[in-house]
T-cell receptor
Framework: GQNIDQPTEMTATEGAIVQINCTYQTSGFNGLFWYQQHAGEAPTFLSYNVLDGLEEKGRFSSFLSRSKGYSYLLLKELQMKDSASYLCAVLDSNYQLIWGAGTKLIIKP | ETGVTQTPRHLVMGMTNKKSLKCEQHLGHNAMYWYKQSAKKPLELMFVYNFKEQTENNSVPSRFSPECPNSSHLFLHLHTLQPEDSALYLC?????????????FGPGTRLTVL
């Protein structure tokens, strides 16, 4: 079966750095997405990785290792507004998005 | 604002009611999606439409009936739902079905079935 694993919840301190991991087992791979979803709001696109390596976009970076079936989202200089759920999703060989259950990130002052 | 709107934002209905969820996208996209999001579970893809044609139906019960009159509008008609259908229903759109087409989501309709 197809599976996306990410931690259910994480807690971090304002101003710090946090890494949210995502591991996947899917039938094929055509890219991995990270989305941010604030409580009661729509998921919004953060990043897309299809090649190995690190993609940096401001305070957020996303890393992919296809051989390990592994990705992480790195958030630097955490702000209170970063409190949200972070969803990992993989495009399988049929170009269907397989979603993780999301990681709820709690930022404390 | 992502350019995708959904109405209503909240809906409470009995098991014998008939209601409809509406989604509208103002992005000029050609593909639209319905997802179900339950607490602490992955997003479940329900239906996909591309150029108004249904391309995906992920074994969704017939009590959910989608309608896509044009590329900008998507409806989900609900009838004789069950309490386990209570969830957040998200609509999304993308330029097409290509692998790099980012999906843009609406704010969702929080559905409670009594």
């Amino acid at each position: 079966g197809q599976n996306i694993d990410q931690p259910t919840e994480m807690t971090a301190t304002e101003g710090a750095i946090v890494q949210i991991n995502c591991t996947y087992q899917t039938s094929g791979f055509n890219g991995l997405f990270w989305y941010q979803q604030h409580a009661g709001e729509a998921p919004t696109f953060l990043s897309y990785n299809v090649l190995d390596g690190l993609e940096e976009k401001g305070r957020f970076s996303s890393f992919l290792s296809r051989s390990k079936g592994y990705s992480y989202l790195l958030l630097k200089e955490l702000q209170m507004k970063d409190s949200a759920s972070y969803l990992c999703a993989v495009l399988d060989s049929n170009y269907q998005l397989i979603w993780g259950a999301g990681t709820k990130l709690i930022i404390k002052p | 604002e992502t350019g995708v709107t959904q109405t209503p934002r909240h809906l409470v209905m009995g098991m014998t009611n008939k209601k409809s969820l509406k989604c509208e996208q103002h992005l000029g996209h050609n593909a639209m999606y319905w997802y179900k999001q339950s607490a602490k579970k992955p997003l479940e893809l329900m239906f996909v439409y591309n150029f108004k044609e249904q391309t995906e139906n992920n074994s969704v019960p017939s009590r959910f009936s989608p309608e896509c009159p044009n590329s900008s509008h998507l409806f989900l008609h609900l009838h004789t739902l069950q309490p386990e259908d209570s969830a957040l229903y998200l609509c999304a759109s993308s330029q097409g079905l290509a692998d790099t087409d980012t999906q843009y989501f609406g704010p969702g309709t929080r559905l409670t079935v009594l």
